[in-house]
């Protein structure tokens, strides 16, 4: 009888130890890993999305990490479509594969599939980017508070272009976003088992600190200086390169700035941390327990 092939999700809000994790597991199993990364995904975006360093990706096979110039259009649906065309291939050799990140959409993209949203109203999208250059991404936040505040509590709220899908669905049905979502789950070909690494909330939050310190000291400056020509892609409105945005635009001092990205980055750990609890079938994991996580993993993954 063939074995089930499985994915292995390994979840949970940044700076918790995912990637770390994630490599000791695909090396115990001798498989690869797809980054749901959703800013990794980019050449350009090293520093300020901390990527696997050059050693980490040498050792496993990574995949969907620097796939992408920063000004490519890259969705959620793209990545669903992507990725499972390559877990068909890799499931031909590998009877486990490990998805590692923290982006809870692009996740749920492959293991669930995404929500059938109505098509948008012509228009309404240049409005709102529009308004978004004029009024600030603080106006776009306010508007889908009012509009749906069910989803404007557990969504990346510093990432543009998830809120102004908001506001574009919003806009189009009279309806909000949060009203198309659906409970039922797309059938996949293999099963999925979801790890999720945790820690105690103020280790959690010193470890964030902490990375932005490194991020800065290793020149995310000057990451993001050379990336002012493209500051209106939405990856680049994200934590870490909008802040810093700001600073060249004198809108902060150095040390507000650094300030920022730490508290944002903080906010923003929350709210994953908020999305991945609400699958309920995910084991959680201290970050260091890598024996628990292969003796749950290999107790799960038995022949049909």
């Known amino acids: 009888m063939a074995p089930v092939k499985t994915l292995v999700c390994v979840v949970g809000p940044t700076a918790v130890g995912k990637t770390a994790a994630a490599i000791q597991l695909a090396r115990h199993f001798q498989t690869v890993i797809l980054s749901a990364d959703s800013r990794q995904f980019y050449r350009e975006m090293t520093i300020g999305t901390a990527k696997p360093s050059e050693a980490e990706l040498a050792g496993v096979p990574h995949y969907f990490i620097n796939s992408h110039h920063i000004t490519d259009d890259y969705s959620a649906g793209d990545f669903e479509r992507d990725a499972l065309a390559l877990l068909a291939k ?8 490990i998805l590692v990140g923290g982006s809870g959409l692009f996740v749920r993209a492959v293991c669930q599939g995404l929500d059938d949203l109505p098509k948008p109203l012509a228009g309404v999208r240049d409005r709102l980017n529009e308004l978004y250059q004029q009024q600030g991404l603080g106006h776009l936040q306010a508007l889908l ?3 749906d505040p069910v989803y404007f509590e557990e969504m990346d709220r510093q990432n543009p272009q998830r809120v102004i899908r908001a506001l574009e669905v919003y806009e189009s049905t009279g309806l909000p976003f ?13 099963d999925v088992l979801t790890l ?3 820690t105690d909330r103020e280790l959690l939050y010193q470890h964030i600190n902490s990375r932005v310190d490194e991020m800065v000291a290793a020149g995310l ?28 635009d004198g809108k902060y001092s150095w040390e507000q700035a650094v300030e920022k990205i730490k508290q ?3 906010r923003y750990a929350k709210r994953q941390l ?15 327990d890598i024996d628990g996580m292969i003796a749950h993993v290999s107790s799960h993954v038995n022949p049909r």
């Open 178 to 190: 949060s009203h198309f979502r659906r409970g039922d789950t797309t059938m996949r070909p293999f």
């Open 196 to 198: 999720g690494l945790d």
């Open 145 to 147: 508070q009012q509009a």
């Open 274 to 288: 908020t999305w991945f609890r609400k699958d309920k079938s995910t084991a959680w994991f201290s970050p260091t």
């Open 90 to 97: 890799l499931f031909l050799h590998h009877d486990i594969a």
């Open 264 to 266: 944002h980055t903080r």
């Open 221 to 248: 400056l000057k990451e993001v200086e050379s990336l002012l020509p493209y500051r209106d892609k939405p990856p680049l409105q994200t934590v870490g390169y909008a802040e810093l945005f700001d600073y060249l």
